[in-house]
Nanobody
């Protein structure tokens, strides 16, 4: 089962930017759908952004226009560029692959993003 390691989180002021990275334990060339999720305290994990092997993307309405998902297959890495961050974006961010509509890889430890002044 593929495993993921997320990094790049931190404390940022509202309106700021961060770039998250997610490195897979194996080659991701043949993984069609990859996604970023987030989970805030007391809330369920939610899907934030998805990218397919053809680089088509989809975003949750709450982040559309502010976040950009991308992938570098040669580096087995998924990215999430976040800008115009809001306090409600504070959460632990995770990545995973999606198969048959559900995340199917092992969940990593995630990376904490805190947006606060």
């Amino acid at each position: 089962q593929v495993q993921f390691v997320e990094s790049g989180g931190g404390l940022v002021q509202p309106g700021g930017s961060l770039r998250l990275s997610c490195t897979a334990s194996r080659n991701i060339f043949n993984i069609d759908l990859m996604a970023w999720y987030r989970q805030a305290p007391g809330k369920q994990r939610e899907l934030v952004a998805v990218i397919d092997s053809g680089r088509s993307t989809n975003y949750a309405n709450s982040v559309k226009g502010r976040f950009t998902i991308s992938r570098d297959n040669a580096k087995s890495t998924l990215y999430l560029q976040m800008s115009s961050l809001k306090p409600e974006d504070s959460a632990v961010y995770y990545c995973n692959q999606i198969e048959r509509g559900t995340p199917s890889g092992s969940w990593g430890q995630g990376t904490q993003v805190t947006v606060s002044s």
